[in-house]
Nanobody, 119 residues
């Protein structure tokens, strides 16, 4: 059974940094695509960014230049380094994966970790 578990969320002041991690387990083969999504209260869940098996990353415009996605294939972990955080980055952050392609409609989701940025 596939499991994705996020960690590293918390509260930080604007301008600060946080690093989220996602531990993946249960995959028969490494998924083609993993990514981070977020959902703020009263809003829809949106893509933050993805990384595929070739290591190619994509980012939403609102995090480009501030957030970095990386993966450690040996440890089956996905990370999200968040710098220059803004209050509007406050949201529940989710790790997600798809076995065959990158999409907003991912197959597997973690339970999420809360990030709160105060001004």
């Amino acid at each position: 059974e596939v499991h994705l578990v996020e960690s590293g969320g918390g509260s930080v002041q604007a301008g600060g940094s946080l690093r989220l991690s996602c531990a993946a387990s249960g995959f028969t083969n490494r998924p083609y695509c993993m990514g981070w999504f977020r959902q703020a209260p009263g809003e829809e869940r949106v893509r933050v960014g993805t990384i595929n098996k070739e290591g190619i990353t994509t980012y939403a415009y609102f995090v480009k230049g501030r957030f970095t996605i990386s993966q450690d294939n040996n440890k089956n972990t996905l990370s999200l380094q968040m710098n220059s955080l803004k209050p509007e980055d406050t949201a529940m952050y989710y790790c997600a994966a798809h076995r065959t392609y990158c999409t907003t409609d991912m197959e597997y989701w973690g339970p999420g970790t809360q990030v709160t940025v105060s001004s």
